[in-house]
């Protein structure tokens, strides 16, 4: 369901959720169901409604741009290695209408409960979304509206062996893929030392036929400069 579908007549479901389009006059209104009901209108004689994943730091509020992926087993990187690994990530669905060549934010929800936690000390740490993952040598099997799948090169660039638990990454630099059967990104963890490490996401599809998703910072016309960050509170 991920992709563009024209406002008229749309009806569809996603896990739980119920959305669709009535017609309003000479308007829309869009209808998102789960047990509440929030209803929008929609100013527009034709367009199209935009579904993709986007950066999953919106839920239930916009409250920071990094997300943390705990791993739930201590990796050990090889001294001056490279190894590629995956983990999962969490998905949130944006809606967004197009319509005379600009974009607007509809909805945003997720299938998923959003937990945050603080990286670093109180005082200089920053809030993270939180999510735990297993790693995999190979692409595990996911639900694509409820898990991303996320290949992360590892490189230990130190002369000793580290132990990393988790990566924390500035979602301002996130690029999302998706078809029919994934939701994915990619990027790298670089270690620096036993304490230190730098991350960013890298554009790269997973497939050559995969779909870019929209960027929600791009929709927003936020001016993006942060592409990487540096975790020096600890692996």
Same mark, same amino acid.
């Given at each position: 369901?991920?992709?563009?579908?024209?406002?008229?007549?749309?009806?569809?479901?996603?896990?739980?959720?119920?959305?669709?389009?009535?017609?309003?006059?000479?308007?829309?209104?869009?209808?998102?169901?789960?047990? %509440?009901?929030?209803?929008?209108?929609?100013? +527009? =004689? &034709?367009? @199209?409604?935009?579904?993709?994943?986007?950066?999953? #730091? *919106?839920?239930?509020?916009?409250?920071?741009?990094?997300?943390?992926?705990?791993?739930?087993?201590?990796?050990?990187?090889?001294?001056?290695?490279?190894?590629?690994?995956?983990?999962?990530?969490?998905?949130?669905?944006?809606?967004?209408?197009?319509?005379?060549?600009?974009?607007?934010?509809?909805?945003?929800?997720?299938?998923?409960?959003?937990?945050?936690?603080?990286?670093?000390?109180?005082?200089?740490?920053?809030?993270?979304?939180?999510?735990?993952? %297993?790693?995999?040598?190979?692409?595990?099997? +996911? =639900? &694509?509206? @409820?898990?991303?799948?996320?290949?992360?090169?590892? #490189? *230990?660039?130190?002369?000793?062996?580290?132990?990393?638990?988790?990566?924390?990454?500035?979602?301002?630099?996130?690029?999302?893929?998706?078809?029919?059967?994934?939701?994915?990104?990619?990027?790298?963890?670089?270690?620096?030392?036993?304490?230190?490490?730098?991350?960013?996401?890298?554009?790269?599809?997973?497939?050559?036929?995969?779909?870019?998703?929209?960027?929600?910072?791009?929709?927003?016309?936020?001016?993006?400069?942060?592409?990487?960050?540096?975790?020096?509170?600890?692996?």
């Amino acid at each position: 369901m991920f992709g563009y579908h024209d406002v008229e007549g749309f009806q569809t479901e996603i896990g739980e959720y119920r959305i669709k389009t009535e017609k309003a006059g000479p308007f829309y209104q869009y209808i998102r169901e789960n047990g %509440d009901k929030i209803e929008k209108g929609l100013s +527009v =004689d &034709k367009g @199209r409604l935009i579904i993709n994943p986007v950066e999953p #730091v *919106n839920m239930p509020k916009n409250i920071t741009n990094f997300l943390q992926i705990k791993f739930t087993k201590p990796f050990f990187a090889e001294p001056k290695s490279a190894v590629e690994v995956y983990a999962t990530f969490p998905v949130e669905i944006a809606v967004f209408i197009a319509a005379k060549k600009s974009v607007g934010i509809v909805d945003i929800f997720s299938l998923q409960k959003p937990k945050y936690t603080l990286y670093g000390n109180p005082r200089d740490g920053i809030i993270c979304r939180y999510w735990e993952s %297993d790693l995999y040598s190979e692409i595990p099997q +996911v =639900d &694509k509206y @409820r898990e991303g799948v996320i290949k992360l090169r590892i #490189v *230990n660039s130190d002369s000793e062996w580290i132990e990393i638990s988790n990566a924390v990454f500035d979602v301002y630099g996130m690029k999302i893929y998706y078809d029919e059967e994934m939701v994915y990104s990619s990027a790298s963890i670089n270690i620096v030392s036993p304490k230190v490490a730098e991350t960013r996401f890298i554009e790269q599809p997973l497939k050559e036929k995969m779909r870019k998703a929209l960027e929600l910072y791009t929709a927003r016309r936020i001016a993006v400069t942060a592409l990487k960050f540096v975790m020096e509170w600890g692996l």
